[in-house]
């Protein structure tokens, strides 16, 4: 085990893999062949992990396989899996009150959470919070302000996003046909711009040339064709695009956009379900932006794997009449003492613990292109790094395929990582990696990318 100087991460276990059988093993066999029976098809696993615990980016099947982590719950265990002071927290919580419901009833962790959620949103503006379960529902809050103060009823997404599943996120969603077929008539007035992709320019720029054209097709095209101004309530946008691939956006995309924003009167909603609590390097990613969200959505790694969302907003927006909005367990006791030991540790040591791993994986990263034709591009802030595959970088066309095979690659040697977008690699460890699990990580893809070219 190493060790480091580091005094919250050395609470944390830091070891590497170790595999003891062929995957999966037949305890995770049994499992499988249950979940086939009794839970919903719509999920979609793509290798068969069957997790019983889990510690820091450690995670331990039913066989006693151990694996590293670097997807964390599909970014949600910002601390890692089970910290210690998580856990302790919880547990307190736990033995003195597990519910109680915010939305009929006063509790301290709520008020305390709200006014630290409130003071951490960039702008530095007075805010107020309405607690939720998901990002998805996180989403629908925002949506459902955004309608209710400004009397108007359209949205502007973008092509690409991802902001839940629910009827009203899923209407701004535009991932993929298969997480919208079949269940419409979705939500009227919502259109979609698309979204300021580099690497693909979805109007054939390059940076060098490029005038900001995604944001000006808002301007120009959307607002004075089919989404008048004075009907848009919110541009809602990821500031890094998550199920997307990890795009992350030029910088004056986002000052024109804001321009936009003000100028129209529409208000600007910060997707940071996936994007937030520290995983870019700073606690938000609009901060690398300078963005300041009218409405900010927050979910996934706040509680460190209990479920919470939150949609904070302008306390100048927040104004709707009692009845208006709410959810029964949203803000729950335990989930808002996990948010408070999360955050505590985020600011403490973890964010800046993010911007060092992600910067010590970038630079290992950087030359990947170079070094294998199969990748397009790599790219991403902090923790959340994104590398693209394709058939050739000439042609850029995708390579779905080979990500797949890449990722079952590193599953069979003992790394688990999840794709986004068509054709991306995503690297969203817990902040709590350490600089060998990282390095465990690189040489595994490294591998495995060559691997995975040779049988190409
Ligand atoms: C940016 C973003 N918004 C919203 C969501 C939806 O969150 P949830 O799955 O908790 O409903 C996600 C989930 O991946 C997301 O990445």
């Known amino acids: 085990m190493t060790k480091t100087a580091n005094p919250a991460l050395e609470a944390i276990r830091q070891d590497l893999p170790h595999l003891i059988g062929p995957l999966p093993g037949p305890r995770a066999q049994e499992v499988i062949a249950r979940d086939h029976r009794s839970v919903s098809p719509s999920y979609t696993r793509g290798y068969p992990l069957v997790a019983k615990r889990g510690e820091g980016a450690i995670v331990e099947d039913v066989d006693g396989n151990r694996f590293l982590d670097f997807n964390a719950g599909i970014a949600v265990v910002a601390t890692g ?11 307190e919580q736990a033995g003195n009150l597990i519910h109680m419901s915010g939305t009929d009833f006063y509790y301290e962790a709520l008020v305390d ?24 529902e996180a989403v629908e809050g925002a949506m459902k302000l955004a309608r209710y103060s400004t009397g108007r009823s359209g949205f502007i997404a973008f092509l690409g996003a991802f902001h839940g599943r629910t009827l009203g996120a899923l209407s701004l969603t535009a991932r993929k046909a298969v997480q919208r077929r079949g269940f419409g008539p979705l939500l009227p007035g919502v ?38 101004a ?41 997707d940071e379900v996936q994007s937030g609590m520290g ?28 479920p919470l969302g939150a949609t904070v907003a302008r306390a100048d927006l927040m104004r709707w009449t009692p009845g208006a909005h709410a959810s029964t ?34 630079a290992r990263m950087r030359d990947w292109p170079a070094r294998f034709p199969v990748v397009g591009e790599v790219r991403g802030l902090g923790l959340m790094l994104g590398i693209e595959l394709v058939r050739d970088q000439q042609s850029k066309t995708r390579a779905p395929e080979l990500r797949d095979r890449v990722v079952n690659l590193a599953f ?20 709590v990696i350490t600089r060998d699990q990282c390095d465990f990580a690189l040489d595994t893809l490294e591998e495995c990318l060559a691997l995975a070219m040779r049988e190409d």
């Not at 899996?81 to 547990?91: D, F, L, T």
């Not at 955050?343 to 040591?349: F, V």
């Not at 069979?412 to 902040?431: F, H, I, Y």
């Open 81 to 91: 899996h089970c910290h210690p002071r998580v856990v302790e927290a919880i547990r």
């Open 230 to 270: 004075e009907e848009v309530a919110a541009i809602v946008i990821e500031p890094v695009q998550g199920e997307g691939g990890y795009i992350v956006p030029p910088q004056k995309f986002f000052d024109e956009l804001a321009r936009i924003a003000e100028r129209h009167g529409i208000l600007l909603v910060c």
């Open 279 to 306: 995983r870019t390097g700073k606690m938000w990613a609009s901060e690398h932006f300078n963005l300041t969200p009218d409405i900010m959505t927050v979910a996934k790694g706040i509680a460190s794997g209990l």
């Open 329 to 362: 367990f949203g803000g729950n006791p335990v989930a808002c003492a996990a948010a408070l030991v999360t955050i505590e540790l985020l600011e403490r040591e973890l964010i800046d613990n993010a911007a060092r791993m992600g910067a010590h994986l970038m």
């Open 191 to 228: 259109v979609h711009a698309p979204y300021p992709n580099c690497y693909r320019c979805p109007f054939g720029q390059t940076p060098a040339n490029c005038a900001v054209e995604c944001a000006k097709f808002i301007e120009d095209t959307l607002l004075k064709t089919i989404a008048p």
């Open 412 to 431: 069979e040697r003992g790394l688990l990582v999840l794709g986004a977008g068509d054709n991306t690699l995503r690297l969203s460890p817990a902040l």
């Open 113 to 136: 959470l709200a006014e630290k959620l409130g003071a951490l949103t960039p702008g530095g503006l007075e805010r107020r919070v309405s607690f939720c379960n998901s990002g998805a």
